[in-house]
C-alpha cells in the first residue's frame, strides 16, 4: 500500500480486509454499515465484472476487489469521485478498480450496454418532499433523492446488466413495493431479500435485495433476518465476520 496523504478534514481508515484502508473527508458523506453489508451479499465470480453506481469514497470496490475480475465504479460528484480515485492508488489496485466521474441517469454515454456482470447500488434512500431542499445540505443531501431517484438507478443497473445478470442494492423496508414494480418494468425480477433488524425483535431499518435481468417472476427467496446488535449493544457475531473482526467479539 502506497502512503496515504491526508488533506484538511481527511482521516485515514482500517477496512480491515487484504490490509486495505480508506481516505474519508469528515465534511461529506462518510460509509456506513449498509455499504458493508451490501458489498458482502452477492455470490461473486472470479471472471465477473461489476459496476457499482453511486461509489462515494469507493469502500465497495476495495472491498470485493479480491473477488471478482475488474470493477468499474461511477460517481457524480468531483470531489468524492477524486476521493475514491484517491483510496484506489493508495491501495495499488488500479488494474482492479477504475473509478469514472459521472451521472448514471446519463449511463448510455459512460458505459456500454449489457457490459457487466452484476450491478451494485446504495442509492439515495428517501424521496424530497416539497420545501426540503433549501432546509437540507451535507449528509442529508446524500441520503434524499436529489440527483438521482429509485427509478433512475433500476433503469441505470438494467442497461448495462448481461441478461441473467444480477443487480443488488441496499435501500429502506418501506419502499420495498416500488423496487419491486421498478425492477418487474426494467426487465428484472427479485430473488433474494434480507431485511436487517437493529436488534432481535426490533422492526427491520434496511433490506438487502438482489434481482436477476431475464428472469421468470416468483422464486423470491426470502432470508433469515441479519440482526446487528445484541441487547446490551454488541455486534452480533455475523456482523463481526463481515467486518473481520471475530476475534474481537469478546471484546465489543
Not at 473527508?25 to 462518510?30: A, G
Amino acid at each position: 500500500m502506497r502512503e496515504a496523504v491526508l488533506r484538511e478534514h481527511e482521516r485515514l481508515d482500517d477496512l480491515m480486509r487484504s490490509g486495505r484502508k480508506i481516505i474519508q473527508d469528515t465534511r461529506e458523506f462518510c460509509f456506513s454499515l449498509d455499504a458493508v453489508l451490501l458489498a458482502h451479499f452477492p455470490h461473486y465470480r472470479s471472471r465477473q465484472r461489476v459496476l457499482e453506481l453511486g461509489t462515494g469514497t469507493g469502500v465497495i470496490p476495495l472491498l470485493i476487489a479480491d473477488e471478482v475480475a475488474h470493477v468499474e465504479a461511477v460517481e457524480i460528484s468531483p470531489v468524492m469521485a477524486e476521493l475514491a480515485a484517491r483510496n484506489v492508488y493508495m491501495n495499488e489496485l488500479e488494474a482492479r478498480i477504475s473509478v469514472r466521474q459521472g451521472d448514471y441517469r446519463e449511463i448510455r454515454t459512460l458505459y456500454p450496454a449489457e457490459s457487466f456482470d452484476t450491478v451494485l447500488a446504495n442509492p439515495p434512500y428517501r424521496p424530497v418532499a416539497h420545501g426540503q431542499v433549501n432546509k437540507m445540505s451535507g449528509v442529508a443531501r446524500a441520503r434524499h433523492e436529489f440527483t438521482a431517484r429509485l427509478v433512475d438507478v433500476v433503469r441505470a443497473a438494467r442497461y448495462v446488466l448481461k441478461f441473467g445478470g444480477r443487480f443488488a442494492m441496499v435501500h429502506l423496508p418501506e419502499r420495498l413495493g416500488e423496487i419491486i414494480v421498478a425492477m418487474h418494468e426494467n426487465q428484472m425480477e427479485p430473488k433474494r431479500l434480507r431485511m436487517v433488524q437493529p436488534k432481535e425483535g426490533r422492526a427491520p431499518n434496511m433490506m438487502l435485495i438482489e434481482a436477476v435481468v431475464g428472469a421468470a417472476p416468483g422464486g423470491l427467496k426470502v432470508m433469515p433476518p441479519l440482526i446487528v446488535h445484541r441487547e446490551d449493544g454488541s455486534y452480533t457475531e455475523e456482523i463481526l465476520a463481515i467486518y473481520g473482526m471475530q476475534d474481537a467479539g469478546e471484546n465489543k
